[in-house]
Nanobody, 126 residues
Framework: QAQLVESGGGSVQAGGSLRLSCAAS????????MGWFRQAPGKEREFVAG????????YYADSVKGRFAISRNNAANTVYLQMNSVKAEDTAVYYC???????????????????WGQGTQVTVSS
């Protein structure tokens, strides 16, 4: 069982930056593949970025590629999402997710993750 707690959300102007963090507890952090998802009002939850257990492979949604960066610190049991050049359309609740099941690629579907955080609101004003 994993417990995930996101932090770092808030309000930011378009073009600015924000860094989200997700602290995990439970099984050894290095056994989880990690991902970030987001959900805007009236929309389905969507994949944003993912990172493999070792941190050696990352994958991004086209909408954030080149602007966002996911990273992890296994010693600190934390995964990060650096958000740069944010846009109004990045406004959403951002969720951290962990996958315990086996697999060596980055998974992009909600159903492919086992544990979820409570979410943190990001609001971008133009």
């Amino acid at each position: 069982q994993a417990q995930l707690v996101e932090s770092g959300g808030g309000s930011v102007q378009a073009g600015g930056s924000l860094r989200l963090s997700c602290a995990a507890s439970g099984r050894p952090f290095s056994t989880y593949m990690m991902g970030w998802f987001r959900q805007a009002p009236g929309k389905e939850r969507e994949f944003v970025a993912g990172i493999t257990r070792s941190g050696g492979t990352t994958y991004y949604a086209d909408s954030v590629k080149g602007r966002f960066a996911i990273s992890r610190n296994n010693a600190a049991n934390t995964v990060y999402l650096q958000m740069n050049s944010v846009k109004a359309e990045d406004t959403a609740v951002y969720y951290c997710a962990a996958r315990w099941r086996s697999g060596s690629v980055v998974y992009i579907r909600v159903s492919e993750y086992d544990y979820w955080g409570q979410g943190t609101q990001v609001t971008v004003s133009s």
